[in-house]
């Protein structure tokens, strides 16, 4: 199985900063990597897809970069509506996907 | 708009047996593939199954396989997941999920339910 290892685990940033998430997998996945923000109680809701594509409605301070194993996404403007969980989730392998550990966001 | 609410959830002994629902609303479900997701309290998402539109491909985490089956009635708009052989660690909340293709590889997860909460306990 693809193993996605998201680091930090958590972060504190003021707003306005600019705020990055790795994600890393454990062996190439390509382009296939998504990202997903979860509020608390609440469902997870997709932010990016194939690594860099903005889903429709999502703020364009919102952006993911990356290929192979290595991948980030960038908040370029921390809002204090971002607090969230972020999870990266690779779709490389169909038969199972992975998503990572998650990156807690808090405002300082 | 899509709706898919889930329910079923509830209280069981470990060993026992539970069967999630997932009912669906608002677009085609016969053409897309669906998905469950599980968070643990606390915790992570962790992907659980998957299973195509006419049920051809069907996939389980390991974590489940076997003791897990997915299934689908496209003629009632409806998922399932029946759960055997509970086990602590499937405490979590259940969500539903559709897939959105971009490309055969590429795609994600786009419209989820509320989540069905399962708790194995004895």
């Known amino acids: 199985d693809i193993q996605m290892t998201q680091s930090p685990s958590s972060l504190s940033a003021s707003v306005g900063d600019r705020v990055t998430i790795t994600c890393r997998a454990s062996q190439s996945i390509s382009s296939y990597l998504n990202w997903y923000q979860q509020k608390p109680g609440k469902a997870p809701k997709v932010l990016i897809y194939?690594?860099?594509s903005l889903q429709d409605g999502v703020p364009s301070r919102f952006s993911g970069r990356g290929s192979g194993t290595e991948f980030t996404l960038t908040i370029s403007s921390l809002h204090p509506e971002d607090v969230a969980t972020y999870y990266c989730?690779?779709?490389?392998?169909?038969?199972?996907?992975?998503f990572g550990g998650g990156t807690k966001v808090e405002i300082k | 708009e899509v709706l898919l609410v889930e329910s079923g959830g509830g209280l069981v002994k470990p060993g026992g047996s539970l069967r999630l629902s997932c009912s669906a609303s608002g677009f085609t479900f016969s053409s897309y593939t669906m998905n469950w997701v599980r968070q643990a309290p606390g915790k992570g998402l962790e992907w659980v199954s998957s299973i195509t539109s006419s049920s051809t491909y069907i996939y389980y985490a390991d974590s489940v396989e076997g003791r897990f089956t997915v299934s689908r009635d496209n003629a009632e708009n409806s998922l399932y997941l029946q759960m055997n052989s509970l086990i602590v660690e499937d405490t979590a909340v259940y969500y539903c999920a559709t897939t959105e293709y971009r490309s055969p590889q590429a795609y994600y997860f786009d419209s989820w339910g509320q989540g069905a909460l399962v708790t194995v306990s004895s």
């Open positions: 989730q690779q779709t490389f392998s169909d038969s199972s996907l992975t």
């Open positions: 194939v690594a860099s």
